[in-house]
C-alpha cells in the first residue's frame, strides 16, 4: 500500500520544507522507534552506513559458528525480532513485512509442557530438531485495527519537518518554521503530492540515521549526493550525562595504540565484550535514545522521539499511554539480551500463555484453514531461549562463547578470532612501525559502553574516539578501508 504525502517545497533552495499527512505515515514515522538497528542494517543488506553497523553485523556473518553459543545466535542477531510486531502489522505501510516464524518439535508439541521457538532448528529436549512450522493464532489486546490508527488517533492531521518533527497542524508553528528557515517569499514556495510506498519508507529510516534532511534526501535526491553519508553526523564532544541506574559491572580491554597517531588500531578482546557489542544490533531506536539522551548525536532520531514526548493522549493525538510508553522506552525482544550486560536494558518478560496452534488436520493431513475445530489445539507454550544449549525457558546467556577464546577488534568494529597474522596486516594497512605500537588495558563500565554505542552509530572510528579522545578525519578512513 502507497501512502498519499502533500509536501512543501523551496524550489529556490530544493529543499522540503515541510510535509502535511494523516495518521498513517505518522504511524509509521513512529514505528521506526520500535525497530531494533540490526533489522535496518538487514533491510540495508550491510549498506546502511549507520556508522560501523553494517561491519558489525557482517563480521556475525562470517564469524565461525563454532565461537558462538548455539548456531541459533547468527539468525537472532542477524534478524532481530521487535517485541511490538503484533501492533506494527496493522501499519498501513510497514517497512519490515517479514514476520516472525514459529517452530515446535514434530515429536514433542503434543505434549503436556511443548516448548516453541522463533528460530528453526533450535534443538529440543528430546534431542531432535525444532523443525516444524506452526501457525500461532493469539488476539493482541493491545492492536486497535488499521481503521482506528496503530500510535495515533485516526482524526489527526500532522506536520512533519524535513528534520522529522512531527507535530499538530498549526498556522503559528507553519510561519515559525518559515522564519526559521528564512524563506520570505511566498513564490519560492510549491506544493507536491508524493507517494510513499516501501520503497521509500525504508529509504527515510535510512537517512534519518546518516542526515539531518531525510525528507529531501528521499524525495528531491540531489545528483551530487553520496551514499557514502555517515560524515555529516558529527560525533558530540560532550560527554554523556549519566543519570540512570549503573549496572556497576566491568569489563578489562587490551588496546593497541599507536602513540604517533594516538588511534587504536585494534582490541585483543574476550566474548563479554564481543557480547556488548552485538547486543547494540538488537537495541530498537527508541531504547536507544533513551539511552542516551540528553547526548544523542542523531538529531532526526532525537526529534522524532520528542515528538512523542510532546504528544500525549489528553490532546487526542497518541492513542494511549501505553502506546507512548512503548515508543519511548522499548523493550529488547524475548532472549535477545545479555546475562552479563553492562547497559541498563531491558528485556521484555518471558512469553507462557494458552493459545491456538494450527496444526495439520490428523484425517486429512491439510492445514486447519481447510478443516474443522479438531485441527486446534490449545496448549501452553513455553518460549526456549536460543542462546542456551539445553532448550532452556530461562532468560541469560550469551551470544559468543568463552573463556579463554581471544578476538580482535578493529577500530571499525570489525571482528575476528585473534591472530597474530592478521595484526600485523592491520599495522601494515596504516602504516605502523611495530615500535610505534602501545598496549594499553583499559577498564570497560557503564559510562564506557554507553560512549561505544553512540560512536558505533555515528562514526568508522569507535574504538579511538572512545578511549584516545581523539576525533579521527573520516574521509580519511574511507580512503584507508578503499585501499
Known sequence: MAIKLKLLIDKEKNRVVLAESDKYFVDTLFSFLTIPIGAIVR????????????????????????????????????????????RTNDLALNVDTELTRYYVCASCYAGSHPLISTVKNVRCRCGKVMGKEVVVNKPDPVTNGINEGVFVKRTMKFMIGDDLRVGPISTMTFISLLDKLGVRDRAALEEKIVDVGADEALNILRRMLVSNTPLTDVFLPKPEAVEDAFHALKLSDEDIAIDKNDTGKTMSLKLLISKSKNRVLYAEATEDFLDLLFSFLSFPLGAIVNLLRPGCSIRCLDNLYKSVEDLSCGDNCIISEECRAMLLDPKLSLHSGCENQILPVVEAAPKTFDISLCVPCVYCGRSCHYTSYRCFKSLLLHFINPKLSDAATETGGGFVKGPKIMFMVTDGLDVEPLSVISGISILDRYQVP??????????VGQDQALSLLKAALCSRTVLSDVFCGKKVDQSQIKLERDQ
Open 434 to 443: 611495530i615500535s610505534d605500537v602501545q598496549e594499553r588495558v583499559v577498564s
Open 43 to 86: 533491510l540495508s543488506s550491510q549498506k546502511s552506513n549507520i556508522g560501523c553497523m553494517d561491519a558489525l553485523q557482517e563480521s556475525i556473518k562470517n564469524i565461525d559458528s563454532q565461537y558462538l553459543q548455539t548456531e541459533a545466535v547468527k539468525e537472532m542477531l542477524f534478524c532481530p525480532r521487535s517485541t511490538w510486531e503484533a
